[in-house]
């Protein structure tokens, strides 16, 4: 079992930044993605950015390319989310997902992932 739990959310202004923080505990050794997803009220919960936990390599919906950054600290098992130049489209619930090992779904599909935290919220006023 892993636990998830995020942290960081707010309420900002647009054109403000957020770091989110999601801190992973249990059976962590055998992750292969760890992704942010969000949901907008009436929406779907959609891909946001995913992390590679073995190369390290990084991936971003185009909505935040150029604004957001995922990274992760392997040490402290907390892989993060800062945003920049946030826009009220941004504003939903924020949620950080991990799957158990290599799988043949994509890091931006929700099935692939076996671990969600609760979530956090972010606001964006205009």
């Known amino acids: 079992q892993v636990r998830l739990v995020e942290s960081g959310g707010g309420l900002v202004q647009a054109g403000d930044s957020l770091r989110l923080s999601c801190a992973a505990s249990?059976?962590?050794?055998?992750?292969?993605?760890t992704a942010w997803f969000r949901r907008a009220p009436g929406k779907e919960r959609d891909f946001v950015a995913a992390?590679?936990?073995?190369?390290?390599?990084?991936y971003y919906a185009d909505s935040v390319k150029g604004r957001f950054t995922i990274s992760r600290d392997n040490a402290k098992n907390i892989v993060f989310l800062q945003m920049n130049s946030l826009k009220p489209e941004d504003t939903a619930a924020y949620f950080c997902?991990?799957?158990?090992?290599?799988?043949?779904?994509?890091?931006?599909?929700?099935?692939?992932?076996?671990?969600w935290g609760q979530g956090t919220q972010v606001t964006v006023s205009a």
């Open positions: 992390v590679s936990q073995t190369t390290n390599n990084t």
């Open positions: 249990g059976r962590t050794f055998r992750r292969d993605f």
């Open positions: 997902a991990t799957d158990v090992g290599r799988s043949f779904r994509s890091y931006s599909e929700r099935s692939r992932y076996s671990y």
